[in-house]
C-alpha cells in the first residue's frame, strides 16, 4: 500500500492497549509512523484491518498531521490573542470618556474577545474532520475495498463506548474513531464526523466503484 501510496514504508508500532483503535503521526512522509493497538487485531479480519492501515497511511501521504498542527497553532494564536484583549480591557479599557461610541466600541471588543475562541476552535474541528473524510476516502482507494474499512469503523466504534483508553484529550483526533466517544461530545466541537456519515461515503464509494466495474466489463 506504501508502494501504491507513493510514499516510503512508515515504522510501525503495536502499543499494549485493548481498545481497539490506530493512529497515524510525523510531519512528513519520510518521518512518519503508524500505531495499532492489540486491542485491533482481537476483533477484526485481515480486509479490515487494511482498510485501517490504508486509512493511516492516507493520513500520512495527504500531509495531514502539518495541516492539524498548523490549524492547532493557529486557534492557539487566536486564543491567546483573545486573552491578551480581555486583560487589556480590564486594566486598561475601563478608564476614559462613557460616550455611547466608547460604550459600543468597549462591548464589541468584549464580545469578540469571546467569539474568536470559539470559533477559531469551530474552525479546526472542521478540518480535523474534513481531512479524515478525505482519508477514508484515499485509503478506499489504496485498497480497492471500501467496504474493509466501513465494517472496521462500525466494529471500532463500537468497541470504544465499551472499553475505555488512558489517553489525553488533546491527543483524540489522531485516532481513527475517537477513544473518548463516550465523553458525548457535540459534533460541532468533535474532531471526527459521525461513523455513521463516514461509512455512508464509503458505501457510496463501493457502490461506485461497482457501476464503474460494470461499464468497463
Known sequence: MTSKAGIPMPKVYITPSQQPNAFATGRNPENAAIAVTEGLFNILNRDEIEGVLAHEIAHIKNRDILISTIAASMAGAISMI???????????????????????GFLGTIVMA?????AAMIIQMAISRSREYLADETGARLTGKPEGL????????????????????????????NPLSRMGLA??????PPIKERVAKLNQMKFQTKVEWRQEA
Open 187 to 192: 459534533n460541532l466541537f468533535s474532531t471526527h
Open 150 to 177: 466501513s465494517s472496521a469503523l462500525l466494529r471500532l466504534e463500537a468497541a470504544s463506548r465499551k472499553i475505555p483508553m488512558d489517553v489525553s484529550p488533546s491527543a483524540a483526533h489522531m485516532f481513527i474513531v
Open 82 to 104: 483573545a486573552n491578551v484583549a480581555q486583560w487589556g480591557l480590564m486594566f486598561g479599557g475601563l478608564g476614559g470618556n462613557n460616550d455611547e461610541d466608547n460604550a459600543g
Open 114 to 118: 469571546l467569539i474568536a475562541p470559539i
